[in-house]
DNA sequence: CCGAATCCGTGACGATACTG
DNA sequence: CAGTATCGTCACGGATTCGG
C-alpha cells in the first residue's frame, strides 16, 4: 500500500472536495466518456449515454460547462443545433474517468456476487 | 481522442452500471482512499474523513461491505473495536479512485476559476 | 422535430440523541 | 467505542410539458 503525502481532499475545508463532487454523482462519467470521441450534439448524446432522460442530461452539462469541463456552441439553424464538446481541461479527466469505467466493467461480476452471498447471509 | 471498442458502461442493461453508481457518490472515494493505508477502526475512519457524520459513515461502510471491497472484523473487547480492511477487490479498485483525487487537487484551481467566470457571466 | 423549462417524488445526506 | 434510531432537508433524477 502506498503512502500519500499532502491529503487534501480528505480534509473538509479543502476547495479540492469541489471538483471531487463533481465527479461524484451518477452521469458525469459516461457522459464525459461519451464526449471522449469529439464533439457531440445534445441528441447524440442522449442515444450515446443510454438511460438519461433529457433534463438530467441539460443539467449534466451545464454543470460541466461552469466547472469549464465542456463548451457549448449554438448554431442558429432550424432545426436547432448545439454541440457540446470537451475542453482542454475536460479532456484530462477522461484518462482517470475512463479507468474508473474500466474498473466498473472488468470487476461488476464480483461485485454482483460479493452483493448476492452478503444479501444470502442475512 | 482514443478510440472505444465495446462500451458497455454506456448501456443502461449492463450491470457494470451498478458497480458504477458505488463509486458515485460523496464518500465511497474518500473512505477507500482512506483504507489504503491499512485497516482502521471506525473511529480513526471517522477522523481521517473529515466532515463524514457516524451515520453515513456506517451506511457507507455497510454497502462497501456488501460489495465486497471492504472486510469487517469484530474483535470482542471492552471498549468495543472493530476494524475495516480493504479487501483484495477492494485494493484493485483504490488506483482509479487515487487518481480521480489526484485529479481534483491538481485542477480544482481552475474549475473554481471556471465557474466564478461563468457565474460572472449570467 | 430538437432542446429547454416546469413540476414533483424519492433517497442520499446530515444533526441529534440514545444504547450495549 | 462503535454504532442505532429518528427525524428533517434538499438536490438528484424522472415524467411531462413547453418553445422555436
Given amino acids: 500500500m502506498p ?3 499532502a491529503f487534501d481532499v480528505m480534509t473538509a475545508t479543502c476547495p479540492s472536495r469541489t471538483s471531487l463532487a463533481r465527479i461524484a454523482n451518477k452521469w458525469t462519467a459516461m457522459v464525459v466518456i461519451a464526449l471522449s470521441v469529439g464533439p457531440l450534439r ?6 450515446s449515454v443510454d438511460g438519461i432522460s433529457a433534463k ?3 443539467d449534466t452539462l451545464r454543470d460541466l460547462e461552469r466547472d469549464g469541463l465542456v463548451t457549448r456552441h449554438v448554431y442558429g439553424e432550424v432545426p436547432p ?3 457540446y464538446e470537451l475542453s482542454g481541461l475536460g479532456r484530462t479527466l477522461y484518462t482517470p474517468l ?3 469505467a474500466l474498473w466498473a466493467e472488468e470487476h461488476f461480476t464480483e461485485v454482483l456476487a460479493a452483493r448476492e452471498s452478503y444479501d444470502a447471509r442475512q
Avoid: K, M, N, Y
Fill in 98 to 100: 475512463r479507468a474508473i
Fill in 42 to 47: 445534445f441528441g447524440d448524446l442522449r442515444t
Fill in 81 to 83: 443545433r448545439v454541440e
Fill in 56 to 58: 438530467v442530461l441539460t
Fill in 3 to 5: 503512502q500519500f503525502p
